[in-house]
């Protein structure tokens, strides 16, 4: 009897066993969104002039402090500007450079740009291996002198193809900030 006991506490632990699969022998690869303090914007004016930088830096990341948002200047009124993206997560000593990651990975990723007041337009100028807009290089437009405001927003696994809005796009967002400045003739 104590045999058959045995026996049967045996065969129930081998189908416990045998039930169970090694699921970790194709792993589905975890694509976390990235850590992003610091996103600096470069605008050089094609045809010469200042070159203006926007910056937000929020090294407390989704902590109490608000992010620090800076403008350098003010943009020239009717004017193309060249503009480009850096991304930096400071958390990390030296700092590292997302951008890297976001160029690695551009199919997954896409700068969403809403403008306001004296900017005509602004566009990605850089694209992912299937054609669709990423965005770390742009080109921005302005109008006549006024205020003007430039949000850009990054998304992270946005729908490709899409219309280029945040609706659109889907996806989650890794930064997003809002720049305020001036234009000037």
Known sequence: MK?????????MAGLLFVACSDDDSNPTPVDEEEVITTMTIT???VGGGDTITFQTQDLDGDGPGAPNVTVSGNLAGNTTYNGSIVLLNETESP????????????DEHQFIFEIGGSVASAAATDQ?????????????????AGAGTLTV????????????TLAGAGGETDIAATFNFNITL
Not at 128 to 144: Q, R, W
Request: hydrophobic share 30%; no cysteine.
């Open 3 to 11: 045999t058959l006991k045995f026996l049967s506490i045996f065969f």
């Open 43 to 45: 605008l050089t004016p």
């Open 95 to 106: 700092a590292e450079n997302v951008t890297t990651e976001i160029e690695e990975e551009n």
């Open 128 to 144: 992912d291996g299937n054609g669709n807009p990423v965005g770390l290089s742009f080109a921005l437009v302005t109008n006549t």
């Open 153 to 164: 927003t990054l998304r992270h696994k946005p729908t490709k193809p899409n219309d280029g």
